[in-house]
């Protein structure tokens, strides 16, 4: 995360500050100090407390962040997360840039949560998925991680992932299987194996073959995934995928399955509302 973030922020305060911040430039005298706290405005759960402290450093080392709420907290409106304390014309500079980042990652966690509890009681763990905003992936998936939830795959680098595309193209289950099996072992790499079924004909064939880390049950009712889960009976991880809603959540969970992926933990999130005002 550390040279991830190296190369990120620079990249924000040049899209965001350009040759200067004329308005606060103008108006703010160089040697100027103060204080500013960010006021929470809405009920739900912070994160990216981490990635402003590394953003204040990063645009000025003598801003001081004095710390009243850790990421992972439940939080409400009036609530103050920390105070920053330094010259006003960093205060100003930094601000919209931490907002962004803070409220992007506290709406991930927030829903997260929302989903964590839902499945309170039964083995089932959430996952998030590849459906993130470029350049912003490994903040989502660690809001999604504060939030409660499980990180899958974090790129199409760190697992395989046999999706029915990649099946078809492979000419078969059987095929795509023995492919990435002999792929892992010319490349020397130890990499978990996941394919998708979209059926239990599917399902059957890759019982029949073995080899894989873990099935990913796409688009089965809760119904079928019930029998799914009782015919995979402990062989293998079970994760369920497609079109799966928070009502349904729970009964898939029921069901047994070991994970449910949800896209919407952070393709359609709403951020939460929070402000940094002077003090």
Not at 29 to 44: D, N, R, W
Not at 200 to 223: H, K, P, T
Request: hydrophobic letters at 40%; aromatic letters at 6%.
């Amino acid at each position: 995360m550390t040279d991830y973030l190296d190369q990120l922020i620079p990249l924000w305060f040049a899209e965001d500050i350009g040759d200067g911040d004329h308005t606060t430039l103008s108006c703010i005298p160089a040697s100027a100090t103060g204080k500013s706290q960010l006021i929470v405005k809405e009920k739900g759960v912070l994160a990216g407390v981490e990635v402003a402290r590394r953003i204040f450093n990063a645009f000025d080392p003598e801003l001081k962040m004095e710390l009243f709420i850790e990421d992972g907290t439940e939080v409400k409106p009036g609530d103050v997360a920390f105070v920053v304390e330094g010259k006003i014309q960093s205060l100003l500079q930094t601000e919209r840039l931490m907002l962004n980042i803070m409220q992007r990652m506290s709406g991930v966690a927030t829903r997260t949560r929302e989903y964590v509890r839902q499945l309170e009681g039964t083995k089932t763990r959430v996952l998030d998925t590849r459906k993130t905003t470029p350049g912003l992936r490994l903040l989502e998936k660690e809001a999604v991680r504060i939030g409660g939830g499980v990180n899958h795959r974090i790129g199409l680098y760190d697992m395989i992932l046999l999706k029915d595309n990649h099946v078809d193209f492979a000419g078969g289950i059987d095929k795509a299987i023995q492919r990435a099996k002999e792929y892992c072992k010319n490349k020397g790499k130890d990499l978990k194996i996941e394919i998708e079924v979209r059926n239990f004909d599917e399902l059957n064939q890759v019982l029949a073959i073995g080899e894989v880390d873990r099935i990913m049950l796409d688009n089965f009712s809760i119904d079928a995934t019930r029998k799914a889960v009782e015919l995979i009976a402990g062989r293998v991880e079970t994760e369920s995928s497609g079109g799966i809603t928070f009502t349904t959540l729970r009964d898939y969970a029921e069901c047994g399955v070991d994970y449910i992926s949800v896209g919407a933990l952070t393709h359609s999130v709403k951020s939460l509302d929070m402000s940094f005002k002077a003090v």
